[in-house]
């Protein structure tokens, strides 16, 4: 076997170097090389007992080539000269078909960067012990209520590296943690899931004592009838709806092939005044990429601005194909969704979470959803259930849990009944989002037991 080509993928200059190395070894005309490495660790606890802890280390090597007008793309995570050069010769050999027209027909020169700050050695050197004593903390307080907690504790280092023929260079190494649990108490479940890219200042403590507090206070729920309910969706909740607004309508795939939302929308009316959606990989909670997976440098996107219908996002090929020019949203290649926000930020509001359930007469507090499915993509008709904690409000107060219940409705139309919004954003994955009060949330049917 030829000799490896060692790099450090945490090391700026070294990756850069070994990915220069790949692009002279091309024989194409153009040559992109982008490089994805992950460090990952996981602790990992169930019936209030730790019972796993697991770490991956993982590096791939994506290689596209322009040769004759067509694209080619191989990958590989062997990294020795023979595998390089095979990987490249496999490129070639799918440009050669020329089913993949370069659109446009050459790569991105030399780009300039806003630099982003959301790596933390902290994070990244967070050991089986800290993320044991972070587990603990709640398997604890678990114990002493009669409670038992189940979850895991992660940490990561990211970084995303990319060099072309034509000049490009880009790196970034980013770290995240996560805390995610779940309290179950006499059969009822709370639930929690917080991250941050400083590990210190994971609100891991305070979140698991919500979701036990949650856990507590839903046993003995109350079954009441299916029907329309003013509600407050948590951030969890909201993030599942802009989830599916992401892979639905925001990208230009979706607006190329007919399917989204936004077809024949813009400019127009989609949701409340009191909705702004953007996608923002430089929002300060936010854990965002300068570059997309061309070096493409990342643009802040308004996505639905004051309930109007904005806009979405691009990459070079669907914005050459629109005239448009790419927003820096391109994903890796043969990713066949296209461009898409992953940095999608919700605006707040103006209220606490106090003054929207004083606000309430009769309705429910909803934690998060599950098994959520898609019924109609264009009408962005969506069908779910609550878990984890659903509470019964009457008179402004909090004053029992109740059952479980499914849920039918429309993401845009309750978009556009949202009453209040919270003053305050949680990050949960890269999303960024308030909680809302929603009137007339249709449930149908109960589910789970009895």
């Known amino acids: 076997m030829a000799d490896e080509l060692r790099f450090d993928p945490a090391d700026e200059r070294s990756t850069l170097e070994f990915l220069e190395k790949v692009v002279a070894m091309s024989p194409a005309s153009q040559t992109e090389a982008v490089l994805e490495a992950e460090k990952s660790s996981l602790t990992r606890f169930a019936n209030s007992h730790i019972h796993q802890n697991v770490s991956q280390s993982d590096c791939q090597l994506l290689v596209r080539v322009i040769e004759k007008g067509s694209i080619g793309s191989a990958s590989t995570n062997s990294f020795d000269s023979d595998s390089l050069r095979k990987t490249l010769e496999c490129a070639m050999a799918v440009a050669r078909t020329g089913r993949i027209p370069a659109e446009p027909p050459d790569l991105p020169g030399r780009q300039e960067y806003v630099g982003i700050r959301n790596r933390c050695r902290a994070t990244a050197d967070f050991s089986p012990s800290d993320r044991a004593m972070v587990a603990k903390q709640l398997i604890d307080e678990c ?10 504790v992660s940490n990561c280092e990211n970084v995303l590296a990319i060099v072309n023929s034509n000049g490009l260079r880009a790196y970034h190494v980013l770290t995240d943690s996560n805390f995610t649990a779940t309290v179950s108490a006499e059969k009822i479940t709370g639930w929690c899931d917080c991250y941050a890219v400083d590990v210190s200042k ?18 003995n729920p109350k079954k009441i009838p299916p029907g329309r309910y003013t509600v407050i969706l948590e951030e969890p909740a909201i993030k599942d709806f802009m989830d599916f607004l992401m892979w639905l309508g925001f990208g230009a795939q979706a607006v190329e092939e007919g399917r989204s939302f936004m077809c024949d929308k813009l400019g127009k009316k989609i949701t409340g005044e009191n909705i702004t959606v953007v996608d923002d990989a430089y929002h300060p909670a936010g854990i965002g990429i300068p570059f997309d997976y061309e070096g493409t440098p990342k643009r802040r996107v308004s996505l639905i601005e004051n309930g109007i219908a904005n806009g979405v996002v691009y990459d070079r090929s669907h914005a050459a194909r629109a005239g448009k020019s790419s927003t820096g949203h391109a994903l890796p290649a043969g990713f066949t969704e296209g461009p898409l926000p992953l940095n999608i930020v919700v605006s707040p509001g103006q209220s606490t979470s106090d003054e929207m359930i004083q606000s309430i007469k009769r309705g ?13 993509p264009a009408k962005t008709l969506i069908t779910g259930q609550t878990r984890d904690g659903t509470f019964l409000i009457e008179n402004g107060e909090i004053v029992s849990g109740v059952r479980d219940m499914r849920f039918n409705e429309n993401i845009l139309e309750v978009l556009s009944r949202a ?3 919270s003053q305050t954003v949680r990050r949960i994955g890269s999303t960024i989002t308030p909680a809302m009060k929603i009137a007339d949330f249709r449930f149908t049917e109960h589910v789970g037991e009895g």
Do not use: H, P
């Open 143 to 152: 114990s002493e209520k009669g409670a038992e907690a189940a979850g895991a």
């Open 202 to 219: 994971l609100d891991a403590g305070q979140m698991g004592r919500n979701a036990l507090e949650r856990a507590l206070a839903g046993r």
């Open 364 to 376: 429910l507090l909803v934690t998060r959803f599950w098994y959520c499915r898609v019924v109609d």
């Open 419 to 421: 009453e209040m919004i």
